[in-house]
């Protein structure tokens, strides 16, 4: 149980285009899904939080503008990265988790998605 | 702020035990968290222990939670070489409404023969 899935498992696109990520929790409702940002070698960045129907909650210093978030079913969130620059090349991370979750509050982790921007 | 700290680097012999650890400083956190995450891939959840706990063990892993020094650690038994990966600390903390994950650097784990 807890599986959480993301489409696609990585991405090539060009400077300037959108770029949408989906994050699926497959055989539980998660409550809350949470997006992340991990560079190379290093630990994951918390980029923002929501609830089913709400608007996400962004961390300081990430651009709402940029990374558009729809937490649209209690199983997806999407992730828009909007005028893609090279600078958001990364390893995106999403998390399902809340009250919902097979141990309440516990995050299970997608297997991440990996954009390269040109 | 809150805080999560652990060594980065491990390395140990295929049969032995590993032993990571981890200090974290809110002391109000209710879970504390392993997660293992192999080249390319997500996290994938490990074990976890509820607070009020000491220990926790489940087959080859073995869980030791200090309170007082805040100091979480995680041993693995005989260590196989399918055990490489880096293994991530997390606290829960409270904030902006919900209960968000703080994770450590990670600890990359070597397992030679």
């Known amino acids: 149980g807890a599986v959480v899935s993301q489409h696609p498992s990585w991405v090539i696109c060009k400077s300037g285009t959108s770029v949408k990520i989906e994050c699926r929790s497959l055989?539980?409702?998660?409550?809350?899904m949470f997006w992340y940002r991990q560079f190379p070698k290093q630990s994951l960045m918390l980029m923002a939080t929501s609830n089913e129907g709400s608007k996400a909650t962004y961390e300081q210093g990430v651009e709402k503008d940029k990374f558009l978030i729809n937490h649209a079913s209690l199983t997806l969130s999407t992730l828009t990265v909007t005028s893609a620059h090279p600078e958001d090349s990364s390893f995106y991370i999403c998390?399902?988790?809340?009250?919902?979750?097979?141990?309440?509050?516990?995050?299970?982790f997608g297997p991440g998605t990996r954009l390269l921007v040109l | 702020g809150e805080d999560v700290e652990q060594s980065l680097f491990l390395s140990v012999r295929e049969g032995d035990s590993s032993v990571i650890n981890c200090t974290y400083t809110d002391s109000s956190s209710t879970y504390l968290y392993w997660y293992k995450q192999e080249p390319g891939a997500g996290l994938q959840l490990l074990t976890y222990?509820?607070?009020?706990?000491d220990m926790k063990q489940d087959q080859r892993l073995t869980v030791l939670l200090n309170k007082k020094d805040k100091h979480l650690s995680l041993r693995i038994a005989d260590t196989q070489t399918g055990d490489s990966a880096i293994y991530f600390c997390?606290?829960?903390?409270?904030?902006?409404?919900?209960?968000?994950?703080?994770f450590g650097a990670g600890t990359r784990l070597a397992v030679h023969p």
């Open positions: 222990i509820f607070s009020n706990m």
């Open positions: 998390s399902a988790g809340g009250t919902s979750s097979p141990v309440t509050e516990t995050q299970y």
């Open positions: 997390a606290e829960i903390y409270f904030s902006g409404g919900y209960n968000k994950l703080i």
């Open positions: 055989d539980f409702q998660a409550t809350t």
